[in-house]
């Protein structure tokens, strides 16, 4: 259970970090585009702003339904968790018992 719940936390992590990665990157080339075509500095931060905000409702809108599912299963996980805590799934297949043979 705990493998799952982290797995699921790993993967809405990464997704988050990559958001925020694409964000920065193109956070970097308005700043330089700006500063290039010599847009002052207090226009920068405000126009860096807008755009970070813009960037993120985007994310959002876009990838708002896997989000919402991985944060579905995550809740779900955790219920159960809290639920059964001792809830753990066992081997998958055990190996016959060795009756009757010597060596």
Do not use: C, K
């Not at 958001?19 to 700043?31: Q, Y």
């Not at 995550?74 to 805590?85: G, V």
């Amino acid at each position: 259970m705990n493998h799952a719940i982290d797995l699921i936390l790993f993967v809405i992590l990464s997704l988050a970090a990559i958001v925020m990665e694409v964000i920065g990157a193109i956070d970097g080339v308005l700043a330089h585009l700006m500063t290039r075509a010599g847009v002052p500095h207090n226009a920068q931060i405000i126009l860096l702003v807008v755009a970070a905000i813009w960037l993120v409702v985007m994310a959002l809108r876009l990838l708002g339904g896997i989000f919402s599912a991985l944060l579905i299963v995550l809740l779900l996980l955790l219920i159960l968790h809290q639920a059964y805590p001792g809830f753990a799934v066992g081997p998958a297949h055990a190996p016959p018992a060795a009756v009757g043979t010597s060596i």
